[in-house]
DNA sequence: TATTGTTATACTCTATAACTATA
DNA sequence: TATAGTTATAGAGTATAACAATA
């Protein structure tokens, strides 16, 4: 086996102009609801049903002020509610409320529909191969930090 | 040909973690040189020669005061510098630093690194069918948006 | 007139540190 | 004491609109 330096660089470079595509699909989907891209991956974090913040702030990793001010706008602008959790009173549910559950859904649709028109054109053995190929990479991720990814709707980190 | 909805979804969702996961990689290696990810992101794209403004606006896909305020507070640091353009007084080119060429430099090996790390369990044509189904994704976006991507280095937007 | 870039302004996003309330 | 979350503060990132200087 040769040591081949060259494939190894295109394909970092490759990885990470993708990012940066998925990225602006995100971000464009985002401006068509008015959302910031934050406030869009958030809502696609609450489709499946409200999440407390302390586990809002390791899916989003974000610190706990952070999260404190993207919920409080995200609130103000009426997408989510606080719920008090009735077994520690000390922590709240973060809820969707029903035009965040509405917007929410229609950004994870979008960006979903951008995304599968890109790649189409790709035949399905492919997308199949990618599709484990990624798997793989992030389960890699996963074991070197030991942090699990988020295993939720279309959502960008910062 | 089935109409099948569910790989779609999949795909589209291992790309968007995938992205995340860049993300991630990039955000990390930008604090270990204590860098916003932006800065990082203008260092890497300034490795190659001064850029003027016009031009990292649609690298950045940023307003042009934002990159005024970017590059404002980069040059401050110290990390670029702008350098008037001799055939249009109006223009200026934005150069590293010394500094910057080094923390560019740094910044860019680190995510190369990382991004390597995680894909050196990939079987070699893997990678390059994923390198290559990549390539296919960032063309068909060129072409359906007419915009073509940067073709530099490690590069992430915001 | 059109283009290049900056300034003024207003939000949003983010982190650190200190704090309150509950466990 | 430890944990869940907020508040205070400061800085960074971003966009829109209005502007200056040059083409």
Chains 1, 2 share one sequence.
Do not use: N, W, Y
């Amino acid at each position: 086996m040769v040591t081949t330096k060259e494939p190894a660089l295109r394909f970092t470079e490759a990885l990470v102009r993708l990012a940066h595509l998925v990225q602006q699909v995100f971000g464009e989907v985002s401006r068509e609801h008015d959302l910031t891209p934050q406030q869009a991956q958030l809502l696609c974090l609450l489709i499946d049903g409200p999440v407390g913040m302390t586990e809002l702030t390791r899916a989003l990793h974000l610190e706990k002020s952070s999260l404190t001010g993207l919920v409080d706008r995200a609130e103000k602008r009426g997408l989510v509610v606080r719920t008090r959790d009735s077994r520690d009173r000390r922590a709240c549910l973060i809820e969707l409320s029903t035009e965040g559950t509405r917007i929410g859904v229609l950004a994870h649709e979008g960006v979903a529909r951008q995304l599968d028109a890109l790649t189409r054109e790709l035949p399905e053995e492919h997308r199949e191969l990618l599709t484990s190929a990624i798997g793989g990479l992030l389960a890699e991720h996963t074991i070197r930090t030991g942090r699990a990814q988020q295993a939720t709707a279309p959502v960008i980190t910062r």
